[in-house]
């Protein structure tokens, strides 16, 4: 891989002071950035140059929990009547869509929704995956579609007892051991569980003591909606948490996503264990879910990230969705605002930063390169202290022109130059019309 100059951009640095570096420039070497500052344009001899014509630079932005696999679901209804709860939105679209999947609807679904997170600025995803009919192989689809695109990820298969007792628990075994063998970190792995309410005790056992064997931390569904804790408790006798404690499932490496229905004792095993919490608020609204106690978590210190749970792959809107939904829920114009821009820009760099080795999030020497450049020239004073501003009211209506993922230009002009984009839409057509086919005679 060669080197890369960015010349003429304002930097938006994310650094540990906050700076915003007005006409400034970037070196890349290989997958890291060498140097970021008011260099002269021809310290260097870069292979490429990229003329940043006084738009923004950022690095690029990390979505802490997708469904990729969902792409297909787009535009498609469940035949009868329509879904009137969390239960029957799974059961009637979910559990259908996942079912649905073949071998290359995997890889298709993946690199579609991986195409447009490119394109959306977002340069590292964490994915949680599920296609029963084809599980065993099933994540080595998804890494290919991570590395034709060239993002990076870090991928789980989705336990449950749903369809099959144990279903997945091979495929992330397997999985893992593959990640850790091999010493690139484009690709890494977490533990994937659906949820307590489709986890009985013979197969949360099992995950338990392999994924603990194997070293690794968990990605799994909490507290999503009020069933999950009822089912929990009615079953097994245990609040949410508690039941997960019992197996070792909460710490540093593991991932819980939601937790919208968590009461104070969920919220002091999150912090206590040091677990780490993604909330999704676009997907919450849309299945009238509920709000995440945002503020409350915050307040106990739990580290809380932020994902799209295959709602869309762009991030900046999602930023907004969550000061939105706490300002409207709680009547105060006050709240979320630093909060939600913390949790995109800070904490989901911090998430990564326990599950990759590679640093990034930052416009920093030794950082990796995933770098990218909105369409966006500020017409009011932009700095470090204005930038959240630009963030949530300009950049998320702003298109990426050009986006570096691990020192690749991955997209230039809006598009991805080593993709035939036209041909993977055309057969996703086809692959979507099969899906859907299937869907209506299940
Ligand atoms: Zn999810």
Partial sequence: ????LIKNGILVTLNDSSDVLHN???????????EVGAFPD???KADEVIDAGGHLVLPGLINAHHHLYSTFARGFTPPGDPPRNFIEILEKLWWKVDRALEEEDVYYSALLALMYAARAGCTT????????????????????????????GCLCYEVSDRNREGDGIEENERFIKKCKASDDDQITALFGLHASMTLGTKTLTRCADIGHALETGFHVHVAEDRADGDITFSRYKKRLMDRFLDYGIPGAGSIFAHGICLDGRGMDILKTTDSMLVSNPESNMNNGLGVTPLLEMLSRGIL??????????????????MYLIQRGYRRDPTVAFAEAGEALLKTNRSIVGRLFKD????LAPGCLADIIIPEYVPFTPLSAETFLGHLLFGLSFARINTTIARGRIVVQDGRIPHLD????????LEKAQGIWKRIAAM
């Fill in 125 to 152: 995803v964490i994915d949680h995956h599920a296609s029963p009919s084809c599980t065993d192989g099933s994540l080595d689809l998804v890494e290919k579609a991570f590395r034709d695109v060239g993002l990076s």
């Fill in 359 to 362: 640093p990034r999030g930052m």
């Fill in 1 to 4: 891989m060669g080197s890369l």
């Fill in 304 to 321: 809380v990230g932020l994902g799209t749970d295959g709602m869309s792959s762009h991030m900046i809107s999602q930023a907004r969705a």
């Fill in 42 to 44: 021809d310290k260097y």
């Fill in 421 to 428: 984009e036209e041909k993977i839409r055309a057969k996703a």
């Fill in 24 to 34: 400034g420039n970037i070196y890349i070497e290989g997958k890291r950035i060498a």
